[in-house]
C-alpha cells in the first residue's frame, strides 16, 4: 500500500538524479583533475600505458582469440575466422625504422656487443638485440600481472562479499579456505606447482591469480560489512530485491573502489614475483624472453664481457613496479573516501 | 587472555588438517608423471612385481585415503607405518635419507639468513626514518623518501646480481662455494652471511623507512612531546625517551608481518649465494621431483609460518588490550 503511494522504486532512485554529462566529457574532467592533484601519478600512469603498449597486450590476446579453436558440446569445434592478424606495434616499427628497432633479426656476427647506433643496449651472446628483447618481455611481465590480477581479483571479490553478506556459517566456512592459503607461503607453493607441472604464460598466470586470490577478499569482506550497515540494503531488501541483485547492484559499486586500489597495489608486486619465479626457472621456458629469466640466464653467465646483460632487465623491472605503485598511491589519494575528507 | 590463544590455537587445527590434504591432493593426486614410473625408468624393466613391490614400499599402493592416513600417521594407531604425527616426514628417494635428519642440518642456516635479514631490516630504516622526520621536507627529507620508493620497486635479486657482477669485474670477488658453519669458522661463515642478509634487509627497508618517517612526524606533533621540551629536557633525550619508543610501536606491527617473510623469503638468496638451506633443498627436490621431499618440505614451510602469524598476533594482543576482546 505505502510503497505504492510512493510510486515505483526507479522513481525513488531518480529524484535526486543529477543531470547527467557525457560519459566522454566526465572521463576527460577526472583526467583534468587527477592532473591537477597528482602530476607524478599522472607521468607514472602514462608509462605504464606505454609498458602496456609495448607489450602489445590487445594485438596478441586479440590474435590468441582468433585462432584458438572453440570446443562446444555436441555441436563440434568452432573455428573462428577473424581475418588477418591484428600487426603488432613492434612489427610496424620494425618496418617503418629499422635502424631503431632491428629486433627481429638475429645477427650472429654481432654478439655480445656494447650499445651502438645499430643496437641500442647492445646484443646477447647469439646476437640478439637487448632493446628488442625487453620490449617482449614487457609483453610477458605485462600480461602475467594483468591477468592474474584479474582472476585474483575475481575471486577475492566473489569471496569477500559472500561471507560479508551472508555471515553466519557461510563466512566461516569461506574464512577456514582463506586461512589455508595463508598458511601457504606463496613462494614455495609456486615453485611447487609451476616446477611438478610445466610452466608456461596460462599456467604462470592461473596459478598466480588463483593461489593469491582468497587473500584478496580480506579486505573486500570488511569493506562488505561496512557497507551492510548503510540504509540503501535495508531499503533494498524492504523493496523486495534478491540477494543475488543486492550483492551485485549495491554493495559492488560500494566496494568496487577497493577492488581496483588492491588490483593497482598488487600489478607491481605481481611483476615482482613473476619476475623472481623466470629467476628461479619457473618462469617461462627460455626462447621467450622475460626480464628475470634474462637476468639468470644471460645475466649471470656473460656478466664479465656484457655487464648490460645484468643491468637493462632489472632496470625495466625496477621502472614498471615503481610506476605501478606510485600510480597506485596516487589513485587512492583520489579514491579512498577516508582520505577524501582531509584534504 | 588465555581464551584468545586457546581459540587461536584451536582454530590452527582444522588450517593444519586442510593444508595437510591439499598438499596430499596436489603431490599425489594431480602429480602429472607417476614417481613409480620414473624408478622404474631407472630400473630399465616394467615388471608388474617390481611395481607393485615399489609401490608398496613407497607407501603408494591401496586405497586413496589410507595412503593419506598413512601418510598423516593416523594408521600407526592401528599398528601402520609412522607418519607425520610421529615426527616422520619420509625418505628421499634419490639419496634415501630420512627428511627430517637433512632438515635438521638446513633449518638453522636458513633461520640464521631469515634473521640477520630481518636485522638489517630494523637497523636500516629506523635511523634513516627518522633523519628523515626531523630534516622534514628539507633536502636530505626528500633524497631518502626518494631512494625508499625506489628501494620498494627493486627486486633484491637484482641487486644480488649487480653485486655478484661488479664484485667480480672491479675486485675480482666471487661468492664463495664452500659454505662454512658457524661452529666451524665463524669468520668465513659470517663473510658468506653478510651480503645475502643485507639484501633481504634492504627489500623492505624502503617501505619501513617512509613507515617510521610518517609515525615520528605524528609523534612529534603531540602534545607531550612540547610538555617534554618545556620542562627543559635536552633534545636527545626528547627524541630518544619520548618521541622514538611511541614512534615505534606501529613499526614493531609491520616488522611483526615481515616476520613469516623469513621462513620462505630466503628461498633466491640461497639460490644466488649457494647457501645450503631450505630453500636449495626445496629447488633441488623439485627439479628432481623427489615427491617425499617436497611433501614434508611444504608442510614444514606451512607449519612454520603458521607458527610465526600465531605468534606475532598474540603479542598483539599482548600489546593492543582491544584485539583480546575482539
Redesign the interface.
Known sequence: MAVQELGGIAEIEGWEAPVQKAAIIRLFGTLKSFARKKPLGLVCGVIVLFFFVIGDVVPETANKFAKTPIALPGLGTIKPDLGTPVPYLADQLAEVSPFLYPYAKQDLRARLQGSSSKHLLGTDAIGRDILSRLMYGARVAVMVSCGAVFISMTIGATIGIMSGFYGSWVDKFLYRIVDVFQALPPLVVFIVILGIFESGLWQLVIVLGVIGGPIQSRTIRGQTIYVMASPFIEAARVVGCSDRRIMIRYILPNVFALIVLNATFSLGFLVLLEATLSFLGYGLPPPFPSWGQMLSLEGRQYMRTQPGLSIYPGLAIGLLVFSFNLFGDALRDVLDPRLRGSR | MQKYVAQRLL?TI???V??TI?IFL??RV???ASVIDLIIGEYGRNDPELRAALEKQLGLSGQLYNQYFDWIGVSWFWGGPTGLLQGNLGESLHSGRPVLGELKRRMPVSFELGLWGQFWAVVIPVPLGVFAALRQDKFADYGLRSVA??L????G??IA??V???G??WFNWAPPINFRTLTEDPIAHLKIMFLPALIIGLQPSGGLIRLVRTQMLEVLRQDYIRTAHAKGLSQTTVLYKHALRNALIPIVTVIGIGL?QI???T??FE?IFIIPGMGRY??DA??N?DYPV?EG??FI??V???VS?LLVDISYAFLDPRIRFN
Do not use: R, Y
Open positions: 582454530l582444522p588450517t593444519i586442510m593444508v591439499l596436489l603431490l594431480f602429480l602429472p620508493i625506489m620498494a620497486a627493486v627486486p635479486f637484482w646480481v649487480l655478484i657482477t661488479f667480480s669485474i613469516p621462513v620462505a623469503g628461498v633466491i639460490q626445496l629447488v623439485v627439479t621431483l617436497i618440505l611444504t614451510f606451512a612454520l609460518l603458521m602469524v
